[in-house]
């Protein structure tokens, strides 16, 4: 058995729920022990579609964005954003634009994160348009044509169908999901919206056993 011990956050940048669970997860990283690892994986939503969004598709999102904000006092959605928007459920975009960002390097990768989520939720643009994404590129520095054609590159997509089956082989199907790696093993962790006490506390008794 291999000796690797990491925490796998397997997520997507436009669910609402991770966006919901952000500051929890922030405050979870700060208290993981040194030696244990931390990787993001992404478990791609829903696929390149140019098709608009049904009525009752968008109903049910606002509905969702009223639960989390009931369930996770302090979460923010701006809901001019389907009144402003042409909304599509397509959220692969969204997921290739992280892969792109942490190539070219991999601290971009979190404000990539966060720079979608601000947009989607907050600043109602949409993120499964290209010309959004190049646009949040380019704030973090990257060159937005260059971020183009690489978020639409076949090696980009491929890149992305592998972490979708990584994320489907350890039994993450949901988002967000936590997977704790020691060697060949993944253990679930449940997901505490609220506190990441115990979270933390499940980290450790695996660790520990």
């Known amino acids: 058995m291999t000796d690797i011990r990491r ?16 500051p929890t997860l922030t405050m979870l990283q700060q ?7 931390f990787v993001r994986l992404l478990g791609g939503l829903a696929p390149d579609s140019d ?13 969702t964005w009223r639960r989390i904000q009931q369930r996770i006092p302090g979460t923010r959605f701006n809901f001019d954003f389907w009144k402003e928007c042409r909304p599509r459920r397509s959220t692969w975009p969204a997921c290739r634009a992280v892969i792109v ?3 070219a390097d991999p601290v971009l990768e979190q404000p990539m994160i966060e720079a979608i ?8 643009r949409n993120p499964s348009d290209t010309a959004t994404l190049a646009s949040l590129a380019a ?19 491929r890149l992305l169908e592998q972490e979708i089956r990584e994320s ?20 679930s962790i449940p997901v505490d919206y609220l506190n990441s006490p115990p979270m933390l506390e499940a980290i450790h008794s695996l660790l520990d056993d």
Do not use: N, V
Request: hydrophobic residues 35%.
């Open 117 to 124: 989520q601000h947009a989607y939720y907050l600043d109602a």
């Open 31 to 37: 208290q993981l022990p040194a030696y244990l690892g």
């Open 139 to 157: 704030d973090l520095g990257l060159d937005a044509t260059e971020f183009s054609e690489q978020l639409h590159a076949a090696e980009t997509r």
């Open 7 to 22: 925490l796998i956050y397997i997520h997507d940048p436009m669910c609402s729920w991770c966006w919901g669970f952000a």
């Open 51 to 63: 098709q608009p969004m049904s009525t009752q598709m968008q109903l049910q999102l606002q509905d």
């Open 101 to 103: 960002a942490r190539q």
């Open 168 to 187: 489907r082989q350890i039994g993450a199907d949901s988002f967000p999901s936590l997977r704790l790696q020691l060697g060949d093993r993944y253990r």
